[in-house]
């Protein structure tokens, strides 16, 4: 007889990194809260019962995804492997994407569960998948979203591959698409080959709380899927906010994601009672994320201490009811006459601070080499090297010396290649989000 764990709630650790010391008259409190999820899967799969998860991949079937054929045949392959990995009981459907979206599986208007005979019917359907016609991508987004409101699943997930520019469609209705589904389901993106727009896969993926990725290869689309499955498969609790409280006269200047990636919550904001807002963060599995948040205080004399903000990771109540708190943390500001108190930067403010700047001056050095701002694009790139060189982040180190020649990495001096592959260049603006943890002493 099956012998089965008593379900336990997701736990999440709050933490705060900060120096909460300021000059009189200061008015800016930084910190680093590190949030830590584990164990939240029993719970939540048991009150969800039945349908824990629901996923709708989203093929690229354009023209374009024949040229070369191993385009269409890798992303066959991949679409099939991820399938393999979806866990029973999961609803799914796939897509084929072109100027228009059509059902490839199950078809009409509906989600399959999945199971031994749905995964082979699914991936018998895949043969189906034939390039021909454009790209208009928010029509895909917009029958997944049809298909995934249909779920009762928590865990709304989305994956969509492209391999070439939004061509069909204006910007404009992209972007109205994007605002309406968020909020609704995470979506994963990636781009195949050389010939997609990165800003536009990013924006995507920023929108809808997901990542994004190159997958210049065609073939190694198959153990990108896998690996993008497995970790939807992995998620456990949905719909977590990050809550922020101030008292009456501080309030919050931004909030981003700076761990495992850049990501800018700032303008996401909604209300939530007096003085709190929350700000969204999609799905979780066992996993940790960090966030800096900034707060202006009101200006106070040496001696004084207040609450700056309380930061609590909450799961939304039902309608009308109390949402519940996961975890909770506190961002403090205390007035000081000691200069060496006010003036030192936490470490890990400091090392967030850094990998933010790091991702803006390699966007920021690549549109210059693409306006051929040589100057411009040196001086960027050279303090990216310089950044990448102090934080130990080293994968992205690696990335930077295919666009340039390092002279001096801890001074930041570089030369720009002559000759840069799309493949690295797109490869270095993509993952330019991507950030590394603090080392631990």
């Excluded at 939004?166 to 404009?172: G, Q, R, S, V």
């Excluded at 003036?343 to 991702?359: C, M, R, W």
Aim: hydrophobic content about 40%; charged content about 20%.
């Amino acid at each position: 007889m099956a012998n089965f764990a008593k379900p336990s709630a997701p736990r999440f650790s709050v933490e705060v990194y900060q120096n909460e010391f300021l000059p009189e008259g200061g008015r800016e409190v930084h910190a680093i809260v590190t949030v830590t999820s584990t164990g939240g899967a029993t719970a939540t799969r048991a009150a969800v019962g039945r349908d824990p998860a629901a996923v709708v991949i989203m093929v690229d079937c354009s023209g374009s995804m024949e040229y070369p054929p191993e385009k269409m045949r890798g992303a066959r392959e991949a679409t099939a492997a991820a399938i393999d990995t979806l866990r029973d009981g999961t609803s799914f459907a796939v897509i084929a994407g072109t100027h228009v979206a059509k059902e490839v599986y199950p078809g009409r208007g509906r989600l399959a569960v999945a199971g031994p005979v749905t995964r082979t019917e699914a991936k018998e359907a895949l043969h189906g998948l034939e390039a021909g016609g454009g790209t208009a991508i928010g029509t895909w987004l917009r029958l997944a979203d049809g298909l995934l409101r249909g779920s009762a699943a928590p865990i709304r997930h989305g994956i969509l591959l492209t391999d070439g520019r939004n061509e069909h469609e204006d910007p404009a209705v992209l972007r109205a698409t994007l605002d309406a589904c968020a909020g609704r389901f995470t979506c994963d993106a990636r781009g195949v080959g050389t010939d997609w727009e990165v800003k536009e896969v990013m924006g995507i993926a920023n929108a809808l709380l997901g990542s994004a990725n190159i997958v210049a290869d065609p073939a190694r689309l198959t153990e990108d899927f896998t690996r993008m499955m497995e970790k939807v498969m992995g998620k456990e609790v949905a719909d977590v906010a990050l809550r922020l409280w101030t008292p009456v006269g501080a309030e919050i200047q931004y909030v981003k994601q700076v761990a495992p990636a850049v990501q800018d919550l700032t303008g996401r904001r909604t209300g939530a009672g007096p003085r709190a807002g929350d700000y969204p963060t999609g799905s979780w599995g066992d996993e940790c994320r960090e966030y800096h948040v900034c707060v202006r205080v009101p200006p106070a004399a040496v001696g004084q201490e207040m609450l700056a903000a309380r930061a609590s990771m909450v799961l939304p109540g039902p309608p009308g009811g109390q949402p519940t708190v996961l975890g909770q943390g506190l961002v403090r500001a205390v007035w000081t006459s000691d200069p060496a108190a006010s003036t030192a930067i936490n470490a890990q403010v400091a090392h967030y601070t850094g990998q933010a700047e790091l991702a803006q001056a390699i966007q920021q050095g690549l549109q210059a080499r693409k306006l051929g701002d040589v100057g411009g694009a040196t001086a960027k790139l050279g303090r990216a090297v310089q950044l990448a060189s102090v934080s130990g982040n080293a994968d992205t180190a690696r990335l930077l010396a295919k666009v340039v020649d390092v002279v001096d990495a801890a001074a930041g001096t570089v030369r720009l290649k002559a000759k840069v592959a799309d493949a690295d260049e797109m490869t270095l603006e993509t993952r330019s989000i991507q950030t590394v943890r603090v080392k631990k002493i």
